[in-house]
């Protein structure tokens, strides 16, 4: 018996087809396949899972969660979801609550003068941001691993996602 673990942080949004193969002398045994759905400023509740807990990953509170997310009727009762084949989790509504704003930002705008306008954390907009926002630090592959970000502009307009611990700032630009 061997026991192994995968860690894996995407780093793009989208349905992703994760293989699973059990080798013995370089022959297949058994197969698993997974399809990962990658969030974009939102987060799929789990059944037992408050708003104040899902505010703790994301450094922000549980009013600016409930603020952004008018569908929820009471912070202490949020629709959960499990995963059956008669019903996906996709057609229940508030399976998924959004933890940020999402945000067109034109190339012309200075991204962090609008993330401190909104109340957001530059640590936050880079981890939830880090394609949208990155440009190579240059041609040569062994320098693709260092990542620049320009906060000052965007190289085309972009969405990003800005989370903010204040609820007045949640719905304002």
Same mark, same amino acid.
Not at 9 to 22: A, C, M, Q, S, Y
Not at 33 to 43: D, S
Not at 64 to 77: C, D, G, K, M, V
Not at 93 to 122: D, H, M, Y
């Given at each position: 018996?061997?026991?192994?673990?995968?860690?894996? @942080?995407? *780093?793009?949004?989208?349905?992703?087809?994760?293989?699973?193969?059990?080798?013995?002398?370089?022959?297949?045994?058994?197969?698993?396949?997974?399809?990962?759905?990658?969030? $974009?400023?939102? %987060?799929?509740?789990?059944?037992?899972?408050?708003?104040?807990?899902?505010?703790?990953? +994301?450094?922000?509170?549980?009013?600016?969660? $409930?603020?952004?997310?008018? %569908?929820?009727?009471?912070? *202490?009762?949020?629709?959960?979801?499990?995963?059956?084949?008669?019903?996906?989790?996709?057609? @229940?509504?508030?399976?998924?609550?959004?933890?940020?704003? @999402?945000?067109?930002?034109?190339?012309?705008?200075?991204?962090?003068?609008?993330?401190?306008?909104?109340?957001? /954390?530059?640590?936050?907009?880079?981890? %939830?941001? +880090?394609?949208?926002? +990155?440009?190579? /630090?240059?041609?040569?592959?062994?320098?693709?691993?260092?990542?620049?970000?320009?906060?000052?502009?965007?190289?085309?307009?972009?969405?990003?996602?800005?989370?903010?611990?204040?609820?007045?700032?949640?719905?304002?630009?």
């Amino acid at each position: 018996c061997m026991n192994g673990e995968l860690s894996w @942080i995407p *780093r793009r949004t989208g349905v992703f087809l994760v293989d699973f193969k059990i080798l013995k002398a370089g022959v297949n045994v058994e197969s698993l396949r997974l399809a990962v759905n990658v969030l $974009f400023c939102e %987060h799929r509740v789990k059944p037992g899972e408050t708003l104040q807990q899902i505010a703790g990953l +994301y450094q922000t509170s549980w009013q600016a969660l $409930f603020s952004i997310n008018p %569908h929820l009727q009471n912070p *202490r009762e949020l629709p959960t979801c499990i995963e059956n084949i008669f019903e996906p989790c996709e057609n @229940i509504k508030g399976t998924r609550i959004q933890i940020g704003r @999402i945000v067109r930002v034109n190339r012309t705008q200075n991204i962090a003068e609008t993330v401190q306008q909104l109340g957001g /954390s530059f640590t936050e907009v880079a981890m %939830h941001n +880090y394609e949208r926002l +990155y440009s190579r /630090s240059s041609t040569n592959p062994a320098l693709d691993r260092i990542v620049v970000f320009d906060l000052k502009h965007s190289h085309e307009d972009v969405d990003i996602c800005i989370i903010s611990s204040m609820t007045d700032q949640c719905f304002t630009v």
